[in-house]
């Protein structure tokens, strides 16, 4: 059966309304609101006796169902009465018929939020509760009445319960137009839930991986200024899934983040989240590439060791910490232009010195994103989604297969390992000099590998400079690839640059030659058997 926009009701005053919510923020100034309007209210469980204690008059579910609620409450509202009067036709003959013959009466608007699945998963219940709170009645009621949004309101959050009462207050009732767009985030709304009840099911499943289907969805948290470029627009949504990060941190102080301002301080995030907290780490970003790296005995000591390697690119970068941000690191950061601060906690002190500086953002997350755990990444593409497993591979010692005459010294090892991780989080081609836990040069996101070893050395030189040193920065340093070296052009840029000790993924047909050249040049090599591509 079809039926037209045109023959639809613009204006609506509902007469008859069912609440049942697992939020009750405000429900119930909602439902006096409803019944001051003259609404006859339906309500079950919870929601039935916060409304009675409040002296709201309900008429109770099981006594329009004529069934009483079982099964702990799983099975209340799936019944005739209640699906056939929220998706009745009302100017259809036939539904009109069917309603009388089977004593339905409709329901002209509908509050529900949904059992707290995404909270729950959140804060690690176990499975049987996390199972429990997958909601059955509420979902197929709101789509029932986002469907027939022709004839019936629907709302899924507190925050539209002021839009519908402003419009009953109106002579002609509830628009079209508002039906419409509260049906739209119905179904959204639903649309994300079961995205997150599938993605819970992949990611705790025997492999972690989605199936035949893949789902996303997330609530909206911010509508960012524009997107990368002022003339588009953004949003910035948060998944189900609480891994610690940007979506989940509190901003303390600072104007807005922007959309490359999210971006960005999630890469550094992420960075500085492979550095134990037991060992004092920095991290700072442009453009989503690290520009310096460093460990340190205290977070002051591997900020500054971080910003001597690119001092010119760290200007409007982003600095993540991996431990307490401590009075004398916010006085040091806040000496050149920074965009934005992340770390973990931060002191009362170093909170103090940040917010002299109105437009510095700072984000506390409480803990660090967990390097090591499960998830998936996506990316769209022309008319499809790419998804994969996250790059959660890490190097060990262990790992390593010295494949050159000469064995790397334990500090060449440290050196190497530091650098394999900072290398994960270049953008690939990806060329990483460190020496002293402490990266000296980088060279990102170029489509030869030798050209990211020359810019890396030429960084590294910058560096130098500024630093008034004689000697380049490279010299005596490890060199990491996030990739094999197809040729021996570009590990000869780093011999030439001054390492003594290269770490890269080996597997290239002319891996011979590669080696070749290390065993000439009297360098260290070492192979992982791991890629670090990214893009």
Known sequence: MKVSNASLPNHIMPKRALISVSDKTGMIEFARALHEAGVEILTTGG?????????VPVIEVASVTGFPEIMDGRVKTLHPKIHGGLLAIRDEPSHAAAMSAHEIEGIDLLCVNLYPFEETVARGAGEAETIENIDIGGPAMIRAAAKNHGYVTVIVEPADYDAVIAAMREPDGIPFTLRRRLAAKAFARTAAYDAAVSGWFAETGETGQPGDFFAVGGKLAEELRYGENPHQWARFYRSATQRPGVATALQLQGKALSYNNINDTDAALELVSEFAPATPA????????????AKGATLLEAYEKALSCDPVSAFGGIVALNGLLDEDTARLITEIFTEVIIAPEASDAAVEIIGRKKNLRLLVTGALA?????GVTAKTVAGGLLVQSRDNGRVTAEMLKV??????TDKEVADMLFAFKVAKHVKSN?????RGGMTVGIGAGQMSRVDSSRTA?????????AMSVAEPLTKGAVVASDAFFPFADGLQAAIDAGATAVIQPGGSMRDDEVIAAADAAGLAMVFTGMRHFRH
């Open 370 to 374: 967990d390097a090591a755990a499960r």
């Open 282 to 293: 920095v991290a700072i970003i442009k453009h989503a590439n690290p520009c310096g790296v």
């Open 47 to 55: 929601s039935k006796a916060a409304l009675e204690a409040a002296g």
């Open 403 to 408: 494949v050159t005459k000469r064995k790397p």
């Open 430 to 434: 990806a060329i990483v000099y460190a």
């Open 457 to 465: 050395a030429y960084k590294a030189g910058e560096a130098g400079k």
